[in-house]
């Protein structure tokens, strides 16, 4: 059910030794690379980031479009190279984006991979999860699925109801996790452990598109 041009721009990537997902985008014939604050904290401008394929990690030239300054969990990378095929595009955007509906997201779990690849340099292929979208607030969106260590950066995607069109929506950064108490010979004992509730934390892409606003740098299509 996840099409091609979704497969095609989400990538493992690590940023020192921070590892998780980054998905890209277009804006004005200009590519960017999208993912979490958090993994992408201690970039700065002119720094190498590394990309997963099937060979292994390997170095990409990059510069930082920008980090969101608000509690938006998104940065924008520019890189030195066209990283998806122009003929597979996909509208950013969460405008039209239903209360309750189906959303899918993808990415690379505990560093998980399997044997199959896509591409011309054999990119691993992401895994994907389904949710459901519980409650808009603002900017954040909260979703009902199971997320992992791994899939911070990674995109939600969603199709308008009664399209077969992908969107991408948001960007994963957490889960709520709350602390339960660790039971032994039927009553709780001074340890806990820290329980997914199962509720997502995402941003919405809208913060992605407003940092490159501010700095349109990213690679051009046609500049290959």
């Not at 990537?13 to 690379?33: H, M, P, V, W």
Request: charged letters at 15%.
């Amino acid at each position: 059910m996840i099409t091609a041009n979704v497969i095609h721009r989400v990538f493992r990537i690590k940023i020192d030794q921070t590892e998780g997902t980054a998905f890209t985008i277009e804006k004005d014939a200009r590519e960017y690379l999208v993912t979490a604050k958090h993994v992408a904290k201690t970039i700065a401008v002119g720094r190498e980031i590394e990309l997963y394929q099937h060979t292994g990690w390997i170095p990409l030239q990059s510069e930082l479009v920008g980090h969101s300054s608000s509690d938006s969990d998104i940065s924008v990378l520019a890189v030195d190279r066209a990283l998806t095929p122009a003929r597979l595009p996909m509208t950013a955007t969460s405008k039209g984006l239903v209360y309750g509906q189906d959303v899918y997201f993808l990415g690379f779990p505990y560093g998980f991979l399997g044997r199959h690849v896509f591409g011309p340099n054999g990119h691993p292929l992401p895994f994907v999860k389904k949710a459901t979208v519980s409650l808009f607030d603002g900017t954040t969106y909260l979703l009902d699925g199971h997320n992992n260590p791994g899939f911070s950066g990674g995109p939600v995607v969603w199709t308008q109801p009664g399209t077969s069109e992908f969107r991408v929506a948001a960007v994963i950064s957490a889960y709520r996790s709350v602390d339960e108490p660790i039971y032994a010979g039927g009553g709780a004992t001074a340890l806990t452990y820290r329980y997914n509730t199962g509720i997502i934390v995402c941003h919405g892409v809208e913060t992605a598109l407003d940092l490159i606003a501010t700095n349109p740098i990213g690679y051009r299509a046609d500049a290959s």
